[in-house]
Structures are given as C-alpha cells and as structure tokens.
C-alpha cells in the first residue's frame, strides 16, 4: 500500500525541505514553504517498462523550419517568431488586469475564423463573464468553444475528444489534478497539470497556450519550472493605468527572444502600435534638461526611446539611484565614470533615470545617451531636439562600437533627427549612408568628448 507523508516545498523555486523555514535556503523568498501531502510508492515497486521511440540518425530529419499559422495580430506573430508552431506550448505571463484574457480572447477570435475550432478553458471566471468580455472584444464565434472547467483530467478528455486546431488554458495556475493532494496552484499541482499539457501538446500536435500570474517580483506565479517545460515564455507587461501595453519574448526555441510587440489598450481591445518610435517620442519635451534619445534595437526592430534623467541636491547621507527601465549596475557604472573622469560630481545628488514608454533598455549602446541625459540634468543645459546617440562607455570612459550602427541611423533620420553621436570607430563605415540620409554624424572616442559637444558645441 502507497505511503503518505508530508514535504515541505517552496512555492516559488520548487525546492524541497527537511522541515518548514521562513525562508527558503535556495531562493531566499519568505514565507514562501508551505507543507504539502506527497505520496511514496512501496519500496519494491517498480514503474511497468513501455516501448518507447527508436533513434534515429540526424541526417534523417528534413531541416525545414516548422510551419507557422497567423495569430491575426501582426505584433503577437512578431514575438512569436512569424506566427504559431503546431504542437508547442507557450507560457503567456503577466500581472493580474494587464490584458492577458483580452489578447488571448482576440487571438482566439481569428483562429477560429480562419483555422477551426478552438477551446478556449476559463477556469477563474464564469461562462457568462467570458461571454461578455468576448461579445465587447467582437469575439464571438462557432468555432470559438469555452469550457469552464478547472479538473485537468476534464479538460484533457475534450482535448481529446474534440479534434481543436488550438486550446488555451487560462490560467494554469487553477488547474488541478485530482491524483496529487495538493492545493490548486502549488509547486506540485502546477507542475503535474504543465506536464500534462506538454504530453497533449506534442502527442495530438496541438498548440496550447497557458495564462500564468506573475509575482510583486515579475515572476511566473508556482515554480520557476514552467519556464523549463514549454517551448515559448512570454510577458505582457505595461503600467495598469497606462494604455501602453509591451509583450516580450524571454524563452523562444522557434524565433528570437529579442523581439517585443507593443500595443495599446483600447474600449475595443488591444491595437497594434505599428510605429513605437512616434508613441514613444509624442510628448517629448522641448528645451527641458536631462532628455536624451536613443536609437535602440530589439530584435530586428529599431525603436527611438527617450532617456530621462534627474539629478536633484540630496538631503540623505546615500544619495538615492533609481533606475527604471535601465540596468541599475551600469547606472553606477555611468556615474562612476563621469565622476572620476569627467569631474561631474554625483556623491551629494540623487539620482533618477527613466525609460519612457516602460521600455527596458538592457544594451550596453544605451550608455552614452544615459550619460548625456545624467550630464544635461546636471548642468542644467538641454540637450538640442534633434540629437541622438548611442555607444557603450568603458571604464576608462571611452566610448565603444555597437553592433547595427546602420538601422539605428536610419531610424534616426525617419523621425527628422538631423545629428547622431556615434563612436569614432563606427564612424567611417556608416558616414555615406548617414550622408544620404541627411543625417550629421558626429564621432566621439570620449564620453565626456560626446558632453561637451552636446551640450556646449551642437545646436539645432
């Protein structure tokens, strides 16, 4: 006969303890143990061995890149890597009310209009609450089917029995599977209830989406292992009282994980924003110190994104650093370096840096358009309207080369910038597009170099 006892498991990173913590050795979360029932087989029993699949050489597969069905919003098909692959399983995650229910209801709409049927399982709202919110998102549709179920042996019989092109399961973290004792959302129940889904994803070749909650931190609510299970790990993310809503890739094995899709929501649902650059830039101010511009790339699309700095006498004995939408350490970084070799002096200010938009700029060519906006706020000098600049800064304040000068200096010059600081080094190789695009280029070898020039020797 089966044993039970009990273990002790974090809810947030899977591990498994001895005994209850407040805070868990691995992750270092609290109050995140909680003791649940686990089941231990006999000591002599064995699971039955089944035929399993055969090897088979490399050389036999066809190579081909798998084929991909439209969503029928051109941004989701962006992130995705061109459109759906047969028979994966994709993670969509974000904070409670950002729009993940309203983008999954339209994505559902137009794959039932255009490919068949599709099960779409609501296991936190009623039928009529769905109902509602499809009849205001247009979505409502024959092929369209809504089960509210939240029993994931339920939910795996009309997968079965249903023959749908696609399923969405919303959320997995209220489904639960009657065989583990555990509480609906815990480590084991989730993790049981995924592997599942990833069983019914790759044996009936179906596409299956699951809505996941984050945490405060911006993590997938469970365990971190739903990450390790399925193909594709998405996160909707955007300030709830703002309509600017951004979907970024972090896991893909069938496209890139640089590539995010922006939209804004509306009464009707969530649009595509198929010029970011304009929206991000709409409310620049003029004249005003500590703004800068900067030509970014995310995946294959170049986005103009301004750079926001305050710099602000500080009463505290620490100064305060906050970043948001840029890398905290190369913010200490930036500030060291205009510091100890540019003489700007930071030790008595505090500090703010912004990304507008909620865009996060994690590469490295953001560093000298985020020196340029510490440098202006400091000294109170605008930088001009239409400058913008991008490059790495080194320790020894030089400004490094980055990589796609070319389609950063285009993006540049659709908007009507007429300047773009660059590294000397990238300099000769992008000065005759530059020049046929009507843009001024300006190299720079220093970080302070590119300072003085902004803000003393360029002008509109």
């Not at 190579?63 to 962006?78: H, K, L």
């Not at 739903?226 to 890739?249: C, K, M, N, P, S």
């Not at 709409?282 to 995310?298: D, L, N």
């Not at 990304?355 to 906006?373: F, M, N, Q, S």
Request: hydrophobic share 40%.
């Amino acid at each position: 006969m089966a044993k039970i006892k009990t273990a002790f498991v974090c809810q947030q990173c899977g591990a498994v303890l001895p005994r209850w913590a407040g805070c868990c050795p691995e992750c270092a979360e609290w109050n995140s143990v909680v003791e649940e029932r686990v089941e231990e087989k006999g000591q002599y029993e064995r699971p039955a061995i089944v035929d399993g699949s055969e090897p088979m050489p490399l050389t036999a597969a066809s190579g081909e890149e798998p084929p991909r069905v439209s969503t029928g919003v051109a941004e989701f098909d962006r992130v995705l890597g061109g459109g759906v692959v047969a028979g994966s399983l994709t993670l969509v995650g974000g904070d409670p009310g950002i729009g993940k229910s309203t983008l999954m209801l339209q994505v559902s709409r137009h794959l039932a209009e255009t490919h068949g049927k599709v099960l779409y399982v609501s296991g936190e709202e009623s039928f009529n609450q769905t109902k509602i919110r499809a009849r205001r998102l247009g979505a409502l549709n024959e092929n369209l089917h809504l089960l509210t179920e939240t029993a994931v042996d339920v939910i795996r019989k009309h997968i079965l029995s249903g023959d749908y092109e696609f399923v969405i399961i919303d959320s997995i973290q209220s489904v639960y599977s009657p065989q583990l004792p555990a509480a609906p959302g815990s480590v084991g129940q989730v993790r049981e209830c995924a592997n599942e889904f990833l069983r019914l994803s790759k044996g009936q070749n179906v596409p299956i989406f699951l809505v996941g909650h984050v945490t405060k931190d911006g993590q997938i609510a469970g365990p971190r292992l739903l990450e390790h299970l399925v193909d594709t790990v998405l996160y909707f993310e955007g300030e709830g009282r703002q309509a600017l809503r951004i979907l970024r890739a972090v896991k893909n094995r069938f496209g890139s994980t640089n590539e995010i899709g922006v939209f804004e929501m509306t009464d009707a649902g969530l649009i595509d924003v198929e010029n970011p650059s304009a929206l991000f830039l709409s409310e620049r101010p003029t004249g005003v110190s500590g703004s800068a511009v900067f030509p970014s790339i995310e995946g294959t699309r170049p986005l103009l994104v301004e750079v926001q700095a305050l710099v602000t006498g500080s009463p505290l004995v620490s100064p305060r650093r906050t970043a948001t939408g840029v890398n905290p350490n190369r913010l200490a970084l930036l500030l060291a370096v205009l510091e100890k070799r540019g003489g700007l002096h930071f030790a008595t200010q505090d500090v703010f840096v912004n990304a507008v938009g909620g865009v996060r700029l994690d590469e490295p060519a953001a560093d000298l358009a985020v020196a340029l906006a510490l440098a202006s706020s400091l000294r109170e000098i605008a930088i001009p309207g239409r400058v913008a600049a991008f490059g790495e800064v080194g320790l020894a304040g030089e400004v490094r080369a980055v990589d796609m000068a070319r389609p950063r200096i285009l993006e540049t010059s659709k908007f009507g910038f007429t300047t773009c600081i660059i590294p000397r080094s990238v300099a000769a190789a992008v000065a005759a597009d530059a020049e046929g695009l009507g843009v001024n280029v300006v190299p720079v070898s220093t970080v302070m170099q590119a300072v003085d020039l902004c803000l003393e020797g360029l002008h509109d």
